[in-house]
């Protein structure tokens, strides 16, 4: 097996991992870890809880006493650059060194301002060899959320609505229910991994949706409501504030169009339901050159999600 391949083949393993921490880890990025020596795995972790132990570390824990003495041989893969600065767990790549571990191949580079190619450097300067940018794009992609916050600093930001067959979100001006019990959940499992949720002032007002998890387990969003009194910038402000890293917004056309309009979205989710409604709101035209991130057809609904190409 050729040394790039191998490289790619425990990188996907770092990314199953991560994706474990999912809503644990939050709002610290998704990491993945493992260690291997002898052509195999001797230890792995992923990042469970925020202000607990890193990747790394929960991977040298999970390392057995009689493979202890693999460790000078062995090769760290971690699917996000270790951290080099004291927060509220010591430098991983301190502990790195202090292992004596000979390579580390390391995913993408963290754009934190108090990593940044840091613990790369020290990882080096400590004489390990380091490989990075296996997987890049993947990995990257996993913590979009928390890259977009602190490269743009303002949430990840996800534009979702429901339309009828004939391109309308609502029938003759009254709210009007296009989703299944299925799609519903899936609504509500979004909600959950997301940090903030935002409507418009009418459809608060109109519909006084709870905007929160009842179909699914975790915890809901924080609510905002768009209005002259607060506005974008301003919600887009507090969520920086509060290290809100991601946002849906769930409004009418005018709240939708609002954000397409100043490019301030990230993603974009369109359920499309087989009723026809005659009349209505139109939904909101999709914005050119956009890229085809999944789509799922389910009783006559079809869900597409979409980003930037």
């Given at each position: 097996m050729?040394?790039?391949?191998?490289?790619?083949?425990?990188?996907?393993?770092?990314l199953q991992l991560a994706r474990c921490g999912r809503n644990g880890s939050r709002p610290n990025p998704?990491?993945?870890?493992?260690?291997?020596?002898?052509?195999?795995?001797?230890?792995?972790?992923?990042?469970?809880?925020?202000g607990e132990g890193h990747a790394e570390v929960n991977a040298f824990r999970s390392v057995s006493i009689q493979d202890e003495r693999l460790l000078p041989e062995a090769t760290v893969y971690v699917s996000l650059e270790p951290c080099a600065h004291y927060g509220k767990t010591p430098p991983c790549a301190d502990l790195i060194v202090s292992k004596g571990v000979r390579r580390v191949v390391v995913g993408c580079v963290d754009e934190f301002a108090q990593v940044q190619g840091r613990g790369i450097e020290k990882l080096r300067s400590?004489?390990?060899?380091?490989?990075?940018?296996?997987?890049?794009?993947?990995c990257r992609w996993l913590n979009r959320r928390f890259f977009t916050f602190h490269a743009k600093h303002r949430p990840y930001i996800i534009l979702k609505w429901a339309q009828s067959a004939d391109g309308f979100i609502d029938c003759n001006g009254q709210a009007v229910s296009l989703s299944t019990p299925l799609t519903q959940m899936?609504?509500?499992?979004?909600?959950?991994?997301?940090?903030?949720?935002?409507?418009?002032?009418?459809?608060?007002?109109?519909?006084?949706?709870?905007?929160?998890v009842r179909h699914w387990s975790g915890r809901s969003p924080r609510r905002f409501v768009l209005s002259h009194a607060h506005p974008i910038d301003a919600i887009l402000g507090e969520c920086r504030a509060e290290g809100l890293q991601s946002l849906i917004v769930e409004g009418g056309r005018k709240t939708l169009e609002s954000f397409l309009a100043a490019g301030l979205w990230d993603e974009i989710r369109v359920e499309s339901s087989p009723l026809n409604t005659k009349d209505g709101t139109r939904a909101p035209q999709l914005p050119p050159n956009l890229r085809l991130l999944s789509e799922l057809f389910w009783e006559g609904r079809h869900i597409c999600r979409y980003a930037r190409s």
């Open positions: 050729s040394q790039i391949i191998e490289d790619e083949k425990y990188m996907r393993r770092c998704m990491v993945g870890a493992v260690i291997v020596a002898d052509g195999r795995i001797i230890g792995e972790g992923y990042h469970v809880r925020c400590a004489g390990i060899s380091v490989t990075v940018g296996v997987l890049e794009a993947e899936l609504v509500h499992r979004l909600r959950a991994e997301e940090d903030a949720i935002l409507v418009g002032r009418v459809t608060d007002e109109r519909e006084h949706p709870q905007l929160n």
